[in-house]
């Protein structure tokens, strides 16, 4: 079973080379994120031609995210739990039915920048949700995949140059930490866990030349429960669609679970 993330960075605006990397990739299920739509604008018609059920929560122009599988889907979530006057749409969650049912949530995490800030301060806050929430996940002991663009540099191994970095909301201390605190819950990150090379990019701006100099950073990742990293067997970053014409800045990031 294949589960991916991927920031398409307005899946409208991409649309065709979204639809040749969703045929290419062939997974079971992908997250999408900043798909910069509102949900009755979402191409539904062309994603569930390639095979997939679809549960969108999108916004106007910003955020915005979308749950796709090729399974069955039941008990759909939209929206982070903990702030009823939360109106970005930065979280989905559903159950995938496949003949071993996985939990899987997808998320677009607050950049946070500039920081300090009011938007740091949301950012942390809206971690904080997400570790409550994935907290009450895990007591339900069931494989649950908590996957996305978390806009978080784990370690100064997973940017081209830590120093360009400092400041950054992306590195600073509190956001690391809490990301930590994430997987100190219990969750294993599957890239840590299967690969963990220093310098493997998932990000690349679109300015100075950044993908072909290879300066990215490493900020979409997947997060697994006990019952989950379990079923782990390897996780790949798909460079390929950064070559492609008009890309997304991010490139998908694929786990491999046993069936």
Not at 22 to 31: A, G, N, Q, W
Not at 44 to 59: K, P, S
Request: glycine share 6%; with cysteine.
């Amino acid at each position: 079973m294949k589960i991916a993330t991927w920031n398409v960075n307005s899946v409208k605006a991409r649309l065709p080379t979204v639809l040749e990397v969703l045929k290419t990739i062939d997974c079971d299920v992908i997250c999408l994120q900043e798909i910069k739509c509102e949900t009755d604008a979402f191409p539904y018609l062309e994603i569930e031609e390639l095979g997939y059920n679809c549960a969108v929560h999108g916004q106007k122009s910003y955020n915005g995210v979308a749950l796709l599988s090729k399974h069955p889907i039941e008990d759909v979530v939209k929206g982070l739990p903990g702030d009823d006057f939360d109106e970005q749409a930065r979280y989905i969650e559903a159950l995938i039915m496949t003949d071993t049912p996985v939990r899987v949530g997808g998320l677009y995490l607050p950049n946070g920048n500039p920081a300090p800030g009011p938007k740091y301060d949301y950012k942390l806050g809206w971690m904080a949700r997400l570790l409550a929430h994935a907290e009450a996940q895990l007591a339900n002991e069931e494989s649950f995949v908590l996957c996305g663009d978390y806009n978080i540099i784990p370690r100064d191994e997973d940017c081209w140059e830590p120093t360009r970095w400092e400041g950054d909301a992306l590195t600073l201390p509190q956001g690391r930490a809490a990301f930590r605190r994430l997987k100190n819950l219990g969750l294993t990150e599957a890239f840590e866990a299967s690969d963990n090379r220093a310098h493997q990019y998932t990000f690349w701006d679109y300015q100075g030349g950044a993908f072909p100099k290879d300066h990215g950073i490493r900020i979409d990742h997947h997060l697994l429960s006990a019952q989950a990293a379990d079923r782990l067997i390897g996780i790949e970053i798909y460079r390929k669609a950064r070559e492609m014409e008009k890309p997304s800045d991010h490139v998908p990031v694929i786990a491999t679970l046993t069936d």
